[in-house]
């Protein structure tokens, strides 16, 4: 899943205005100005649209959760971890503070069935016998429940 379609959906799904998406993006170590901004939340036809790069998506998920939890200064930053499906799946998980029942909940309301071992196999770490990539439809579907669960 691209980049871009993660920021258009949480911008969504969180009500806020690219201005607070920036701020967001700085909370998280980053430097964004608006017009950049303006071009990633672009659909793909539009003309000016630019394809987000991975470093600010970095960025992003870690200033989403401390926009979601709070910044604790005693505590170490957030990890860079390249914003691969499972990574961002991992963060949102963070920032929203959700459990696997949560998860799976959200993911029935959005029409997607999975059971608890599926779901943890993508929180496993990369390179372990039972990780599993997360694909793009998960991903999606995740998102759009999550979504649904947020603007009820």
């Known amino acids: 899943m691209i980049n871009n379609d993660v920021l258009r959906s949480v911008r969504y799904m969180l009500n806020v205005s690219e201005f607070k998406l920036v701020e967001i993006i700085q909370l ?4 964004i100005s608006q ?9 793909e036809e539009e003309p000016g649209f630019v394809e987000c790069d991975q470093r600010t ?3 992003f998920l870690n200033g989403l959760i401390y926009f979601k939890r709070g910044k604790d200064e005693t505590r170490p930053p957030l990890p860079y971890e390249l914003p691969t499906n499972n ?5 949102l998980r963070v920032a929203f503070e959700l459990k696997d029942e949560d998860i799976i909940q959200i993911l029935d309301q959005a029409g997607f069935k999975i059971s608890k071992t599926e779901l943890s196999a993508f929180f496993r770490k990369e390179g372990h016998p039972n990780f599993r990539p997360c694909g793009d439809q ?10 649904m669960k947020l603007r009820e």
Do not use: E, Q
């Open 57 to 59: 998506m970095v960025h």
């Open 87 to 91: 990574v961002v799946l991992k963060k």
């Open 35 to 43: 017009a950049t901004l303006n071009a990633y939340i672009k659909r």
């Open 28 to 31: 998280g170590g980053g430097n």
């Open 138 to 147: 998960f991903l999606r579907n995740f998102l759009k429940g999550l979504t």
